[in-house]
């Protein structure tokens, strides 16, 4: 059984950071690109971050660029998003997913995702 499980959400003000984790078991975790998606409410689900298999590719929203990075450890089965300079619109529930793909071009939309997790709530006070 696939589980990949959030942590490191939290209340945060406006500047501050945050790093969210996403602890992966029941697959084997290196076999699969890992991606980044939040909602926040009333909202759809948006397009965060992705990571290759390997990690030596990364491709982020625009809305998020240069301001978060994210990175994977394939020992620990877990992949990471660290968030800086955070701004209230970055308010959201961040849920991590698994895609069992080659290339991370295409991994801008939910659909193309295999496994999600739960999520984890930031909210960032003005």
């Known amino acids: 059984q696939v589980q990949l499980v959030e942590s490191g959400g939290g209340l945060v003000q406006a500047g501050g950071s945050l790093r969210l984790s996403c602890a992966a078991s029941g697959l084997t975790f290196s076999s699969y690109a890992m991606g980044w998606f939040r909602q926040a409410p009333g909202k759809e689900r948006d397009f965060v971050a992705v990571?290759?298999?390997?990690?030596?590719?990364?491709f982020y929203a625009d809305s998020v660029k240069g301001r978060f990075t994210i990175s994977r450890d394939n020992a620990k089965n877990t992949v990471y998003l660290q968030m800086n300079s955070l701004k209230p619109e970055d308010t959201a529930v961040y849920s991590c997913?698994?895609?069992?793909?080659?290339?991370?071009?295409?991994?801008?939309?939910?659909?193309?995702?295999?496994?999600w997790g739960q999520g984890t709530q930031v909210t960032v006070s003005s």
């Open positions: 997913a698994a895609a069992a793909a080659l290339a991370i071009g295409a991994l801008t939309t939910a659909r193309q995702y295999d496994y």
């Open positions: 990571i290759s298999r390997r990690g030596g590719s990364t």
